[in-house]
């Protein structure tokens, strides 16, 4: 039990920077000061050209969408899967209602074991494809990896739980909370944070070229 009370206190700790660390970045980048752009606007730009490309990119660029449909797929069944075994599994649930004072419907666990072996098996996909592929290995650094890991690492040891392995289950309970305090920890310091930078990176790329008059 010991073990398990320094996992539920390395959460809540982890918890804690990953909100001041993701505020950190989010402040910085709002506070950073743009050279002024003296050119003459070709288009309006501002929010709604913003909106415009959050959208259109999310949906991917109209001239790869053929060649990358494999790959959204993947991506977006990956982070489905995902979201699903955190806000979808009772036990899950049961926390958040404890953090957040509401609850909801669950999914039984079955679905959510079969959600969270095919999201491993997708993230599986994914590394082998970074370590093979000529660019995507050239390109990839050790925050590639390390994302990957805090990403993947949960869901295997959650699926490890009612395996046993021969360990007690609040052993196999701490283990879990340990590797999702990691994910936490790197999270807003790594390419996870990509989770809610895509939005701003998105958005003012958007911003930017429709008033320069590219085509977006």
Known sequence: MELLEIAKTALLYSFFVMIAGSAWRLIGILLHKDKPDHSEP????GLPAALKVIWT?????????KE??????????????LFTA????KPHIENWAAFLGIGWP????????????ATVG???????????????KLISNFDD??????????????????LGFGLEEDTLIAIHLFSVALLMLWFPFGK????????????????????????T
């Open 192 to 215: 996870l944070a990509h989770t809610y930078m895509i939005f701003l990176s998105r958005g003012t790329t958007g911003a930017i070229l429709e008033r320069r008059g590219a085509r």
């Open 57 to 65: 990119r999310s949906l991917g660029a109209p001239d790869f969408k």
């Open 42 to 45: 070709r288009q309006p730009g």
């Open 106 to 117: 669950g999914l039984p666990d079955v679905v959510i074991y079969v959600v969270g072996i």
């Open 122 to 136: 997708i993230l599986l996909i994914m590394l082998y494809r970074r370590l093979t592929h000529p660019v995507l």
């Open 68 to 81: 990358n449909f494999h790959l959204k797929t993947l991506g977006y069944t990956m982070h489905i899967g």
């Open 145 to 162: 990896y390390m994302s990957w890991f805090v990403t993947a690492l949960p869901l295997v040891t959650g699926l490890c739980i009612p």
């Open 86 to 89: 955190i806000l979808l599994f």
